[in-house]
């Protein structure tokens, strides 16, 4: 089987059925096998009826529920497992591109090609939206030393094995390209026109972008310092314990030729709470590298491509 | 193809120009082998034609495998991957760079022969710009010191060891220069021999400046790894110790403080350190008990170690050519 449409669905989205249309046609004009998973997650009534509909329209359709609202990675896990095709493509709600932008995709999924991600060049949503997420990929873009420029899209294409070989939980979902694209595999970003976008818009709350800075402070800590906590920790910690180190001593030197009175210092606090400061990041680190060591060694660190 | 004895693991990045002399040098010394051998090249995500050449070199050497790996994983991972994929009873480790001498490697084995379980090179004379070799002199001094090994060149990409001393070594990060220290925890028996070292001929040396942070944490680690993932609360205990006494030190003082009527700032300013020492001390002892806890729930238990160092006795290789 070629291609295993892979549907996360955590919203009612009326554009849901006209683009499983459109996408049945393109599939069928290019006569490739196909299959498409439907994965409700946390789904309210509505979207379940939906579902049902289009399950009743669409013959070979396959449907899934997940028994509490999951993270995406969850939800993609699930759809993958249940999918045979050797490429993958993921669609999130909401996010709904051209016919002409789904021939070009698949299309460019070529022998060279592992990843494919979807990128909305021409926005048509409003353009404070369009700012806060430039914001957001110019972020993940330096975090990341990549140059994925919409993350956010939810349209992505994956060969079989780029899934099997990247673990993702959680909110790293979104940054699957990025990840793959760390690990070697080939990732393209193509150009697409999309059609309104109606899912969240504007300023949205603030728990929403602390999540979003969160997740990428994972991003970079994952990515660089998984393996080697310790040079993550102790370059904080030897800076706190400097510091502190720096003026503690320059008031113990005070007092010993100057004679100011240390018990009148309130900066020797600050010197000492540093100091510990310092202790205590730099120890976490420690016990990161023991984590490293006791658990890090079952996945091997390297990925074979191929062997001659 | 028959069960090699020798398995010579060559991680590259960016060595287009080396390979071919690195494999037809290998090839040379191995006319003198007498027992079957295999090289593997581990393409570490090369950006240059590292991999075309192994491909071209393959038709003519059957005792030559490539592993092509997707992405710069870095030297270490590249060995370990070759090690996954090594055969032999008996793995060899080199540069790509051709500054080591595939021909020292008869040397390292015969070392072998007297009952070692690593064998590591030594490079008496460093053909290195001096601003490597100097603070390669301090970091190796300084991982003499704290492990234990007392070797005198831990850098030196050329080693060898017995195969099954490998498997408790699945080395992560940059950690290929403490391969003997890891492997010490285990029982194994090291040593070292003097090898051969040939200025760079092709290419850029692919170490930056930064490395010394790095190795410094690594040794760190090293240490905390080897004297301590059996019992890592001990570690800890022992390091928040000092602070105790801090404290304690503190304590007494606010107390004196207080009874001899010292001023109220210097009361509060002993109280204060006191209570900041407690906080780092008690900080290391949790800590301590948690590191205790990751290691319980991990399947790596200290008896496990010691079993993959379990030495067969024959002394002659089992799988040679008769």
Known sequence: MKYSIIFLVDELDPGLPPFIRTLREVLTWQKESYEIILVANGAGRETQMQIEGLLAEHEGLKAFELSCKAPQATALRAG????????????????????ESLVELMRSMDDSTDVVNSWRAERTDSSFNQLQSRVYNGLVRAVSRSDMHDLSSA?????????????????????????????????????????????????????????????????????????????????????????????????????????????????????????????????????????????????????????? | MECPYLSIVVPLYNEEESVEELVSRIREVGRSFRFPYEIILVDDGSTDGTWDAIQRLKPGNPELRGIKLRSNCGQTPAMVAGFDHAKGEIIVTLDGDLQNDPADIPILLDKMKEGFDIVSGWRVNRKDHSSRVLPSKVANAIISRTTGVHLHDYGCSLKAYRAECITSLKAYGEMHRFFPALGSMTGARITEVAVNHHPRKHGASKYGFDRIFKVFCD?????????????????????????????LFFAVLSFAAVAWHWTQGKALFFMVSSALSVTAAVHLVVLGLLAELVVNVSDLSHTQLMKITKKSIEGEPRCRVK
């Open chain 1, 80 to 99: 993958f497992e249940e999918s045979r095709g050797e490429i993958i493509m993921v669609c999130g709600s909401h996010q709904q591109i051209s016919r």
């Open chain 2, 219 to 247: 040794i760190f680690t090293i240490n905390l790894i080897s004297k301590f993932s059996s019992n890592p609360l001990k570690g800890f205990a022992l390091s928040s110790l000092p602070f105790f006494m801090a404290a």
């Open chain 1, 155 to 308: 349209i992505k294409l994956f060969r079989r094995q780029v899934l099997e070989e990247v673990e993702i939980y959680g909110n790293l979902y979104r940054f699957l390209p990025v990840l793959a694209a760390q690990k070697g595999f080939r990732v393209k970003e193509v150009r697409c026109t999309h059609h309104q976008w109606r899912g969240k818009t504007g300023l949205v709350g603030p728990a929403e972008y602390i999540e979003r800075i969160v997740d990428i402070f994972t991003l970079y800590f994952i990515t660089r310092f998984a393996r080697k906590p310790l040079r993550f920790f102790s370059l904080f910690g030897l800076v706190f314990s400097l510091t502190g180190l720096a003026v503690t001593g320059t008031v113990f030197l005070q007092k010993l030729f100057l004679g100011y009175g240390i018990g009148e210092r309130p900066v020797f606090l600050l010197g000492m709470f540093l100091l510990v400061l310092g202790v205590q990041v730099a120890s976490t680190g420690l016990l990161g590298e023991i984590v490293a060591f006791t658990h890090g060694r079952r996945k091997p660190q390297y990925n074979v491509e191929k062997t001659i």
